[in-house]
């Protein structure tokens, strides 16, 4: 599949396109094909950079270019989705270097002038022709020339189509964009329980959506991060889209390979399968890179103020001595940092430290850490926070909407803020409510506390509130489904009983259940009944009482029986009691 889309985009795009126009249709439809193939894979070969991408796209870099500086993107969003992407990758970067992505708003005045024209051909003139023969002295042409600014009357339509560049910037066919915002009625769902949730996601187009969900591999999966991962994942495919395991690995202090192969077993384990798994170390040079731009742009400022002294000040409001540095003398100590040379020292954002929101009261954007990354060894000294690497890496992705819960509100305007002052796309926030469950430990530090005092068996312990530990005890994944969903669109913090939770579990296993008896050894009693049969008697009874097809099995009845201690002891002379289905 990929020689073929090589071979159909690089057999029209000559060298003599690379300053082609727009309307070119050798070219246009050499784009279209490309977008179709692309239209069920991020890359041209499955999920992952190959040499047939690289080579086509650096074949496509001029041309290219003209696309999205004059906003022609009718019928290829899924082209310039991947050319956007791969042009910002390390593998592209070290082929062909760094290139600078034109972005159609940009040229708002001539997406106005040429990229809604139905000419072929005409786009240098800021006019739009008249129909029939261009020459034709006879049709009507504006005053001037195709320099004049404006001057004649013939410029009044160019006017009226600069109005809708805002529009336009936003994408050529808005109007069809708006047609699917949402899910569409007619679309039948294999999943029934996804009807009742189909248009919980705001501006949401259908067929577009990607999600994210990034755990830090730092334990083992636990009912709060199953409503997270389950909301990404069933959120997307009720639109129709895709959804990213994104491995949070910004702090190797904490973090361990054998975290991350059981956040991937315990997903499988739910029936949660990924679109695409990434790391955020996938992107550490590139946040470098980023961080280095918010200094120069006076968003951050190096700073080397004691652990409890910065926080002492921030919960005062006491601005830090270093916040008066030059975006000079921080990037001269974050390139120390990144060598290991500056100990001690990290990036804060210069925000307002009077804010009434403590938390953006310039947070930490960047620290110091020696210790090996479970993936990257060490290669780095300095690692990016939460913060600051998730809104970057997001809109990296092309995640359209960001599902978090509201614990982390007072942050979004950080979340916003990094993405306007380092000029990338925006994301939709979508809040949901923390699951709090009663009697339930859910601190990953604190289980770990338990696993490494042995007072457990492990992070699989039924006891434990992990996905390991909850299948042990019988939890099903249709009930985690179902709870979770319902759970998700609320944004009221309730502090719940698991009894709802086991009451639809029982609910679903109770239909498909055969029915068995036992006792424990270390908890029994056996009782004598005198009128009962001295020969054992043998009887059948469905294994089901409600459903005969499951098929039925042999009693045997006798006058030995083994009951439960506990119920021998509440047992007095002369009480009548049942023996339940004995008889």
Not at 420 to 443: G, H, P, R, V
Not at 527 to 549: A, F, S, W
Request: some cysteine.
């Amino acid at each position: 599949m990929s020689e073929a889309v090589v071979d159909h985009v690089t057999g029209s795009a000559t060298e003599d396109t690379c300053d082609f126009k727009v309307a070119n249709t050798n070219l246009r439809n050499s784009l279209k094909f490309l977008n179709a193939k692309l239209a069920d894979s991020k890359n041209l070969v499955g999920g992952e950079v190959t040499l047939a991408d690289l080579y086509l796209a650096c074949y496509l870099v001029r041309p290219f270019q003209l696309v999205l500086e004059t906003g022609y993107r009718k019928g290829i969003a899924n082209v310039v989705a991947w050319f956007s992407s791969l042009a910002q990758s390390d593998e592209f970067t070290a082929v062909y270097g760094n290139i600078k992505l034109k972005e159609e708003s940009k040229d708002c005045k001539k997406a106005g002038k040429g990229k809604d024209s139905k000419q072929a051909g005409n786009d240098n003139k800021p006019e739009k022709q008249p129909k029939g023969d261009k020459g034709n002295k006879g049709d009507k042409k504006p005053k001037g020339d195709k320099g004049d600014k404006g001057k004649g009357k013939g410029d009044k339509k160019p006017k009226e189509e600069s109005k809708d560049c805002k529009k336009a910037g936003k994408g050529k066919d808005s109007k069809q964009a708006e047609e699917t915002v949402g899910v569409p009625d007619n679309v039948e769902f294999q999943d029934p329980i996804y009807e009742k949730y189909k248009n919980v996601l705001k501006n949401a187009v259908y067929g577009k959506v990607v999600t994210r969900f990034p755990p830090e591999p730092s334990g083992f999966l636990h009912i709060g991060h199953i409503k997270a991962s389950m909301l990404n994942y069933h959120y997307s495919k009720i639109y129709n889209g895709k959804m990213i395991l994104r491995f949070d690995d910004t702090n190797p202090s904490k973090e361990k390979s054998e975290f991350v192969q059981n956040i991937i077993k315990d997903l499988k384990t739910v029936e949660i399968y990924p679109d695409k798994t990434t790391y955020t170390s996938d992107y550490f040079e590139l946040i470098q890179e980023k961080m280095r731009e918010f200094i120069q742009v006076g968003m951050a400022y190096a700073d080397n103020t004691p652990a409890d002294q910065m926080k002492e000040e921030r919960d005062k409001g006491i601005e830090s001595v270093n916040k008066t540095k030059t975006s000079k003398e921080s990037l001269e100590i974050f390139e120390k940092m990144l060598e290991g040379q500056a100990p001690g020292w990290c990036i804060r954002a210069n925000l307002d430290m009077s804010d009434k929101v403590k938390c953006l009261r310039d947070p930490v954007m960047y620290r110091c850490n020696d210790t090996p990354h479970h993936r990257t060894g060490t290669k780095f000294k300095a690692y990016p926070t939460y913060d600051f690497a998730c809104p970057i890496v997001d809109s990296l992705e092309g995640i359209t909407n960001c599902l978090r819960t509201i614990e982390y509100k007072d942050r979004d305007a950080l979340y916003h803020k990094i993405l306007e002052k380092l000029k990338l796309a925006d994301i939709e926030i979508f809040e949901y409510a923390k699951l709090q469950l009663k009697s339930t430990l859910m601190s990953k530090r604190k289980l770990q506390w338990f696993v490494d005092e042995k007072l457990v068996e492990g992070w699989n312990d039924p006891r434990f509130p992990t996905v390991q530990g909850l299948m042990r005890r019988g939890l099903t994944i249709q009930t985690l489904k179902e709870f979770m969903l319902e759970q998700g669109p609320s944004l009221n913090t309730v502090l719940m009983e698991w009894d709802k939770l086991w009451s639809i579990n029982k609910r679903i296993i109770d239909p498909q259940s055969k029915r068995y008896y036992c006792i424990l050894k270390d908890s029994l009693a056996e009782i004598l009944i005198e009128n009962g049969p001295t020969v054992p008697e043998g009887i059948l009874i469905d294994y089901h009482p409600k459903d005969p097809t499951m098929g039925s099995k042999s009693r045997i009845l006798t006058n030995h029986l083994y009951v439960e201690i506990e119920d021998v002891n509440e047992m007095k002379v002369g009480d009548k009691f049942t023996l339940s289905r004995w008889g």
